[in-house]
Structure formats: structure tokens, C-alpha cells
């Protein structure tokens, strides 16, 4: 007999797999033809990498697999090298190691060396060269270091994998203190979300609220979820990454617009705030892996899953999202038109979890907290976290 996590989702005619499919096809395939319609950047950055770890995750539902092929052309155009921004500090910034992600699971699934030896050597390099600056977002001397919330999302998940290829503990050590770290410098205690970076801290927005980005908020869920893809379970670091988790979560669950996005300012209230839907799409992806990994209780955490889907499917027109905030650090306006390559990435990430099979989906039980971090925290599941495709 299975018991099926996301029974109350799958249900939805709109959320059934077919339509989550059909939906995230439209999206992956307008974003690989339309490229020129977003800035232009190098095929490692950010942006792009954002897209393709959708993609990615993506291509491992049952049916997907095509868009290995997709994966595998970037990274022979690429040469299969990690980014190297000539804006900030080269070798350390987070931002170059997101593509790292995307060559991982390329290598998880070709088995070809080739694909993360560039990775590799670089965070060798930053192991044999640790980074000797403070977190304080003076100037860019910190983006050697993970000092702002979207780093969660770009950095660790890279050295986790790592670690876990090389069977080889510096990597994991290293990614472990330095997240540490950023939780400690940039988590709002009392909110459970973090700020951007440190300028925002103790600042206020046009409706007295703290500043506390969407987007930004998104990233460290998506990133969690991503890093604890990569810790085995009984690992002694999980843990505390599980706690944390659960408890923005919670805290996410709860600032969900009437219309089912996500704000760009989380703590505006909803009839000034503006819905947006990068945010959307992260947030969504990480509160349906954590009901997917057993971490989240899903009578309680489905309702909002199906009304962020469908938030996002309703800024879909042919294959093109809308409501995407530009590049930037900061709440700000966003137009019903407006798109960028990490919001399909983030649309991709969600369909990943809502697309796959039911049978997939389910066998989870609630977890048992370890201990309370938040109220309504998940439960203990007795099945292993999520690892890549074979």
C-alpha cells in the first residue's frame, strides 16, 4: 500500500503531471530558443547557470532525459570551465561556481571526468588559498566569500558535490564553515529569513517593514534543499541544515500572497506588495522537495505548493515567463513582461518536484523533529534524501 505525499496536489487537474510537464516542456524550450531576449552574458554565468541547474534537476524526471544532450553541448562550448567574472574578485566568487553545479550533474549522469576537473581545480585553488576577509558588504572584497543570501544557492551545492565525487571531506569541511558563517552574519532571528546582504540590516522599507528580499529568500531555500541532496543521511551535518530549513519554510509558508506568488518585499503587505515570480518559483521548489524528503507535513504545506504552481503557470504565455524582477540586490518594481533565464530556471526546479510520477512522489513519512526549531516543524523520514540520477 503506498502512502502518497502529494496526493492533495496531484489531484488538482492544473497540477496533474501531464499539465506540470507540458508546462515546464513549453518553458525549457522557448528559454533554449530565446536566449537573445535576455543580456547578454557568458555562457558560465550565473544567470545562465541558474537555468541550467533547472534543467537539469528538470531532465532527471521520467521523460526528460533529452535535455542532458542540451547540458552536455554548454558544457563542450564551454570547455566544461568553471566562470571567471572580470567584475569581482576572480577565482572566489560564488556566482562562477553555480555552472560547477550543472557539470556535477552532468557527471552524474555521463560519468565523464572531463566534465568537473575544471571544478575541481578551482576549489582546490580556494582550499589551498582560503579567503581572509570579513562578511561586511563594504565593498568586493567579501564576494570572495558567501556574503550575500544568493551565494547560498550558488556556491555551496558545488562543493558538496565535490566532496561527494572525490570522496574527499576538505571540500564539504570548507562549504560547511563558510555557510555557517553567512547564516550567522545575514539570518534574521525573529523573522527566520535572511537579509540580502549586511546593508540591509536595520533598514526598513516604504511601509515600515524590514527589508527582507524574495528572491533572496528563495535562493537560501532553493540552496538548502540543494545541499541537502548532497548529505547523506545519518551524516552529522544534517541536522542543523534540516532545523534551518524547516524553519524559513515555515516562515515562507506563511507570507504567501491571496494570488499564490510570493512578494518582491516578503514582510509588505500583500495589497501593496509586488508578486513575483523567481521568488515564486523557488520557494515553491524548496517547500515541495521538503514535503517530497518527508522534511515538511504535507496536508499542511500542499495548499500553498498547488497556489504558488499555479501562480506561476499564470505567467506563462507560449513558453515565456513573465514577472521576473531583473538582476539586482533589492526589492524593486517588476512588469507583467519582464523575463530572465533564472526565473524558467526557477519554474524548472518546481516542475521537477510536482512533475514526476506519483509512485515517486510518495512513501514519506512525517519526521520526528530532532529538535524544535519553529513551530509546526516537519517530521523524520526514514528514506534516504534525493541523489542524483544515476
Known amino acids: ?47 545562465r547557470a541558474a537555468f541550467y541547474i533547472g534543467l537539469a534537476r528538470w531532465a532527471e524526471t521520467p521523460g526528460q532525459m533529452r535535455y542532458f544532450d542540451a547540458i552536455r553541448e554548454l558544457g563542450e562550448r564551454t570547455g566544461w570551465q568553471i566562470g571567471n567574472s572580470n567584475w569581482a574578485p576572480p577565482i572566489y566568487l560564488a556566482d562562477d561556481h553555480a555552472i560547477g553545479q550543472v557539470y556535477i550533474a552532468a557527471y552524474d549522469h555521463f560519468g565523464d571526468r572531463r566534465m568537473i576537473e575544471a571544478t575541481v581545480q578551482r576549489l582546490e585553488y580556494i582550499l ?20 550575500w543570501s544568493d551565494a547560498v544557492f550558488m556556491g555551496p551545492a558545488t562543493w558538496f558535490g565535490i566532496a561527494r565525487i572525490q570522496k574527499d571531506q576538505r571540500f564539504r569541511d570548507y562549504a560547511d564553515r563558510e555557510f555557517w558563517a553567512t547564516k550567522d552574519f545575514l539570518f534574521d532571528s525573529q523573522e527566520h529569513l535572511f537579509y540580502r546582504d549586511s546593508r540591509f540590516i536595520g533598514k526598513t522599507g516604504a511601509q515600515g517593514e524590514k527589508i527582507l528580499w524574495g528572491r533572496g529568500n528563495g535562493w537560501v531555500l532553493a540552496g538548502l534543499v540543494n545541499i541537502l541532496r548532497e548529505l547523506r543521511p545519518g551524516d552529522p551535518l544534517r541536522e542543523k541544515y534540516v532545523n534551518l530549513f524547516v524553519a524559513i519554510a515555515d516562515r515562507v509558508a506563511s507570507l504567501q500572497r491571496p494570488d499564490g506568488f510570493w512578494s518582491t518585499s516578503l514582510l509588505a503587505p500583500p495589497d501593496v506588495g509586488t508578486p513575483e515570480s523567481s521568488c515564486t518559483g523557488l520557494l515553491t ?27 506561476l503557470a499564470s505567467a506563462v504565455v507560449n513558453g515565456r515567463l513573465g514577472r521576473v524582477q531583473q538582476i539586482g540586490d533589492r526589492p524593486d518594481t517588476v512588469q507583467i513582461t519582464d523575463t530572465q533565464l533564472y526565473g524558467s530556471g526557477a519554474l524548472l526546479l518546481a516542475a521537477s518536484e510536482l512533475g514526476r510520477e506519483a509512485n515517486e512522489l510518495g512513501s514519506r513519512q512525517p519526521r520526528k523533529p530532532a529538535a524544535r526549531v519553529f513551530p509546526g516543524s516537519g517530521r523524520r523520514s526514514p528514506y534516504p534524501a534525493f541523489r542524483p540520477a544515476p
Not at 589551498?128 to 556574503?147: G, I, M, T, Y
Not at 521548489?285 to 504545506?301: N, P, S, T, W
Request: charged letters at 20%; aromatic letters at 8%.
Open 1 to 47: 500500500m503506498k502512502a502518497i505525499a502529494l496526493t492533495a496536489i496531484l489531484l488538482s487537474a492544473s497540477l496533474a503531471p501531464e499539465i506540470v510537464r507540458d508546462t515546464a516542456q513549453q518553458v525549457a524550450n522557448w528559454q533554449m530558443s530565446h536566449f537573445h531576449e535576455v543580456p547578454q552574458a557568458p555562457e558560465t554565468d550565473w544567470t
Open 285 to 311: 521548489y524548496g517547500l515541495a522537495a521538503g514535503v517530497r524528503m518527508g522534511l515538511l507535513d504535507a496536508k499542511r504545506f500542499s495548499p500553498v505548493i498547488e497556489r504558488g504552481w499555479r501562480a
Open 128 to 147: 589551498q588559498h582560503p579567503p581572509q576577509v570579513s562578511l561586511e558588504f563594504d565593498n568586493a572584497k567579501c564576494l570572495q566569500r558567501w556574503c
